[in-house]
């Protein structure tokens, strides 16, 4: 069984940073779709970034490019989320997700995600 779980979550001023780490376990690691998910009450939820364990490529949305970065490691079988420069626009529930990587197009878009973690909030203040 697909186990996923997160910590890192808190409260900080704009400005700030967290990383956010999701510990997998019950499958491989090593050619998998990782992905940290967001969702704010009222609205939408949406991908943040992910990223495909068998090459390392990574994928962000518009809204946190260049200041979150999304990272690997195999061995802890462990995925993070670095976030620096936090807006409060970035308050929410952050989610972990996962699912199988395809060998031939890796993770192409954020559908299909099929095993989730409980999720960890984010509060950034002004």
């Known amino acids: 069984q697909v186990q996923l779980v997160e910590s890192g979550g808190g409260s900080v001023q704009a400005g700030g940073s967290l990383r956010l780490s999701c510990a997998a376990s019950g499958y491989t690691f090593s050619s998998d779709c990782m992905a940290w998910f967001r969702q704010s009450p009222g609205k939408e939820r949406e991908g943040v970034a992910r990223i495909y364990t068998n090459s390392g490529e990574t994928y962000y949305a518009d809204s946190v490019k260049g200041r979150f970065t999304i990272s690997q490691d195999n061995a802890k079988k462990t995925v993070y989320l670095q976030m620096n420069s936090l807006k409060p626009e970035d308050t929410a529930m952050y989610y972990c997700?996962?699912?199988?990587?395809?060998?031939?197009?890796?993770?192409?878009?954020?559908?299909?995600?099929?095993?989730w973690g409980q999720g960890t909030q984010v509060t950034v203040s002004s």
């Open positions: 997700a996962s699912k199988k990587g395809d060998p031939w197009v890796w993770c192409p878009s954020w559908l299909g995600y099929n095993n």
